[in-house]
């Protein structure tokens, strides 16, 4: 059996170190570090905007990418109520008496009706990172999963771009309320994932 060096293998820990160059620990360190000089760099530039140094595979300019600070903080409502339908595959049915919704900081509402999900849609490869599972995340899931069904339904107007932000403002407050860990490393394999080019394949589907 593998040496574990807190949650992960020694294999585990040189694979992140081989993708990013550098430890989970030091990455996650590395990317609050940025946050906080580019706080500060948005209140001294005009614009209000400071290039990343890391981009993770984000599909949007490194000079217009958000960043975990820039997210609002919302709180969700209600409980998920998830049927099995096979392996891997839920039908969210919600409950009438106490619907399962997410408040955004705009005051929008969004409260998910009858569909299937599979939850996160998280490369198996990356399920030994700490916190980085297709349900760690789940109320965010579900909201971004309903999202894209509208989308393809054609009953919401919103941008990928959009539909993007709300997930990880979903993401945000769940870490930032406690009920998640605030898990960093975490947080930007999940944008890197659902702002990459598969991604957007899946939004771009007909039907």
């Known amino acids: 059996m593998p040496k574990k060096s807190g949650t992960l293998s020694v294999k585990e820990l040189k694979l992140i170190e081989t993708k990013f160059s550098l430890t989970p620990a030091r990455l996650a360190t590395e990317l609050a570090r940025q946050d906080k000089a580019r706080a500060g760099a948005r ?4 614009r209000g905007k400071a290039r990343a140094a890391f981009d993770f ?13 820039d997210f609002p903080i919302g709180r969700f409502e209600g409980d998920p109520h998830l049927v099995w339908v096979k392996p891997d595959i839920f ?33 198996r490869s990356l399920w030994f990172v700490k916190d980085l599972s297709p349900w760690s995340y789940a109320p965010a899931f579900l909201i971004h999963d309903w999202l894209f069904e509208l989308h393809h339904a054609n009953k919401d107007t919103r941008s990928f771009e959009a539909v993007r932000d709300i997930m990880l403002e979903g993401v945000r407050t769940l870490m930032e309320t406690r009920v998640c860990d605030a898990n960093r490393l975490a947080f930007d ?8 080019v598969v991604a957007r394949q899946v939004w771009e589907r007909t039907g």
């Open 43 to 46: 209140k001294a530039s005009p």
């Open 57 to 69: 595979g984000s599909q949007a300019p490194a000079d217009t990418r958000k960043f975990y600070p």
């Open 91 to 123: 039908r969210h049915e919600p409950d009438a008496s106490n619907p399962f919704r997410f408040i955004r900081a705009n005051g929008e509402e969004i409260a998910p009706g009858v569909m299937l999900t599979d939850g996160g849609s998280i490369p």
């Open 189 to 196: 394999l999940i944008y890197a994932g659902i702002d990459s």
